[in-house]
């Protein structure tokens, strides 16, 4: 069935340091979208990419779309606290209106 | 400026009873989910509502049952509890239209079956 692979499904870092999740998927995605569940709350949405190749940045947060539209990252420079919590993928196929989430990826941020 | 609701925010019950969880949205949202969160797998989808009447089943349906009878009403059904039923649920909703919309989510049940 379908699928959306996320990884790493964890990671640690030196405030400062920079971050990266990725997302893959085996079958091309009609979108992808991020969110960000802090810890004890609910998933938040942060953005969606659409369009092959799409690159979207909201402030030290960087996300990107593959151009097979297979693929997605999320890279945040330079860590602060308060990027803790846990970051998903979920993409969209064939515009059915559901989303297939990833694993998420939990940020730990050493300060 | 209510937004999405859940009630109750947590729940212990026993194998084999029936619990149901509730979900109130109060923008007229077309769509609404229910996913369940267990570690390790993310958030799963059990049922989806396009709108009032009509559901559907997500990637985890078996053991729940769903109705919508109201836009901004979506009830989640375990019929009969057991121990893997142990989860965090989310509802959410969108406005639903070509492509999936932001989804948004409520405050989540923590549901334990003992």
Known sequence: GQQVMQIPQYQHVQEGEDFTTYCNSS???????????????????????????????????????????KNSSLHITATQTTDVGTYFCAGEYNQGGKLIFGQGTELSVKP | DAGITQSPRYKITETGRQVTLMCHQTWSHSYMFWYRQDLGH???????????????????????????????NFPLTLESATRSQTSVYFCASSLGLRQADTQYFGPGTRLTVL
């Open chain 1, 27 to 69: 079958t091309t995605l009609s979108n992808i979208q991020w969110y960000k569940q802090r810890p004890g709350g609910h998933p938040v949405f942060l953005i969606q990419l659409v369009k092959s190749g799409e690159v979207k940045k909201q402030k030290r947060l960087t996300f990107q779309f593959g151009e097979a539209k």
């Open chain 2, 42 to 72: 993310g958030l799963r989808l059990i049922y989806y509502s396009a709108a009032a009447d009509i559901t559907d089943k997500g990637e985890v349906p078996d053991g729940y049952v769903v109705s919508r009878s109201k836009t901004e």
